[in-house]
């Protein structure tokens, strides 16, 4: 049985990966930060295959515990889902010193914190997956989101390099690059807002965590397995 670890997985996108992993059969570590209380009861669904774990991911000493405490639990990870992320909506010219490293540090350097940890056991087994979760926006940048679309730019760098990096070592690199879904992230948009969106969207709607959910697990999957190194958008056509 494999086991996925998920960072940022207690809410939204994560969240929806949790519950389609475990469907798919997978043991699933569930990374949370500040929900606990939710992390816990999505893992309690799954009695004995899923485990929660408290971690910052933009903490290196955290990551390391987190990956101890899965590599006890179920063994080494199988498959890695960089999901955690922070949003942030501002003009440029007002972020400050400490916003533009946090979100750095979380998006990015979480990313490589949590890829480096996990890539010895999927070297030495031959086999792996590194999932990372970037947005539209870090293919076409976003206005007044100038610090989230840098971060989730660097991902999609981070997943093309790595992948031509491990791909002898049998490990694929993929990149899903969600456009506007509808997750607690998007609290503050009116429903005048969600509509306008629903709109310019070629599908004429907003995408849903299941739908991003289910590309990871595609990804994840032996139907995948010649594909590496790639950005999917799962965006309605908005961004092609």
Same mark, same amino acid.
């Given at each position: 049985?494999?086991?996925v670890?998920?960072?940022g ?13 475990a469907?798919?059969?997978y043991?699933?570590?569930?990374n949370?930060?500040? /929900?606990a209380?939710?992390?816990e ?6 009695p004995?295959?899923a485990?929660a774990?408290?971690?910052d ?7 390391e515990a987190?990956f101890?405490?899965a590599?006890?639990a179920f ?6 889902? &960089?999901?955690?992320g922070?949003?942030?909506?501002q003009?440029?010219?007002d972020v ?10 979380v998006?990015?350097s979480?990313a490589?914190?949590c890829?480096r940890r ?16 970037s947005?539209m926006w870090?293919?076409v940048?976003? /206005? &007044? ?16 390099a790595l992948a031509?990096?491990?791909?002898? /070592?049998g490990v694929?690199?993929n990149c899903?690059?969600?456009g506007v879904?509808?997750t ?15 709109e310019?969207?070629p599908?004429g709607?907003?995408?849903?965590p ?7 697990v595609?990804l994840?999957?032996d139907?995948? /397995?010649y594909?590496?190194?790639?950005v999917?958008g ?7």
């Open positions: 049985m494999k086991t670890l998920i960072t997985a207690a809410r939204g996108i994560g969240a929806a990966a949790a519950e389609k992993f469907e798919a059969g043991q699933v570590v569930i949370y930060l500040h /929900s209380e939710k992390a009861a999505l893992a309690a669904r799954w004995g295959r485990l774990v408290q971690a991911v933009a903490d290196p000493a955290q990551v987190m101890a405490a590599e006890q063994g080494g990870v199988d498959v890695l889902v &960089c999901n955690a922070i949003a942030a909506q003009l440029f010219t400050t010193d400490e916003e533009w490293r946090r979100m750095l540090d998006h990015l979480g490589f914190y890829c996990a890539l010895p056991h999927m070297i030495h087994q031959k086999w792996g997956r590194i999932l990372t979760v947005s870090g293919q940048g976003g /206005s &007044c989101e100038v610090a989230y679309s840098a971060a989730k730019a660097g991902l999609i760098g981070l997943t093309k031509k990096e491990e791909g002898p /070592s694929t690199v899903v690059a969600p879904i509808d607690d992230m998007m609290s503050s948009f009116s429903a005048e807002d969600k509509a306008a969106l629903a310019e969207t599908l709607a907003l995408g849903t299941k739908q991003v959910a289910d590309a990871l595609f994840a999957g139907g995948a /397995s594909i590496t190194g790639q999917l799962v965006n309605g056509g908005l961004v092609t």
